[in-house]
């Protein structure tokens, strides 16, 4: 994790994460062997980076680090088991996560409100989570969406997809959600500005920019 030095860091300041951050290495080593391409690219591209994130916006916003960055490990952990148009997925997600948090010596409390106010509201289909840890992963994983290549890796990955436009469609929403939904900090949504608008030139042409 040497490329994620807000993550390391917290790693260093709780014994609990750190079982955490390893139980959670060994869930995800096997995808690298995996036929399906975002299984395999998810870990380094996406959960790594998407906890590296919520970690600094911790440090700058005064939320709970061990809280934030247990949420942003596990808030896609059900990428190791199946593949993400298994119906299953998100109840896989919160029996894995509960699990992995419990054997790290997270209180039944603390397991509560991690589930039900960090990890399910993440991607804030129902409305903004309740809480500023919740808010804190959430626009973590809307900032590795939009500062990594999380958008032209899912784009290759779909090469070869019979409808490019339903993509193309899917691409901008998300972009639009990422911005105007997930991220509730102002110098977060500053930061990604340019990366948006550059993304959305790509993706919806010139008229959409």
């Not at 490990?73 to 998100?90: G, I, K, N, S, Y």
């Not at 929403?173 to 608008?197: H, W």
Request: charged letters at 20%.
């Amino acid at each position: 994790m040497s490329n994620f030095t807000f993550l390391q860091n917290a790693i260093n300041t709780s014994p609990r994460l750190e079982n955490l951050a390893a139980a959670i290495d060994l869930l995800y080593a096997p995808l690298t062997r995996s036929q399906d391409a975002w299984q395999r690219w998810c870990y380094h591209g996406h959960v790594l980076p998407v906890a590296n994130f919520a970690c600094e916006l911790a440090i700058a916003h005064g939320a709970n680090l061990e809280q934030c960055a247990a949420g942003a490990l596990l808030h896609d952990v059900a990428d190791t088991v199946m593949l993400r148009d298994d119906p299953q997925f998100e109840a896989a997600s919160v029996k894995i996560a509960e699990a992995q948090l419990c054997m790290c010596g997270f209180t039944a409390e603390e397991i509560e409100v991690l589930m039900r106010k960090v990890i399910e509201p993440h991607s804030c289909t129902d409305g903004p989570p309740p809480t500023l840890d919740g808010k804190i992963v959430a626009s973590g994983d809307a900032l590795a969406h939009l500062l990594t290549d999380f958008y032209t890796f899912t784009t290759w990955a779909h090469l070869g997809d019979d409808d490019y436009l339903a993509h193309r469609e899917w691409v901008l929403g998300k972009l639009e959600k990422d911005l105007t939904r997930k991220i509730f900090f102002e110098d977060a949504r500053s930061r990604v500005e340019p990366a948006y608008q550059a993304l959305k030139l790509v993706f919806g042409g010139a008229g959409n920019a």
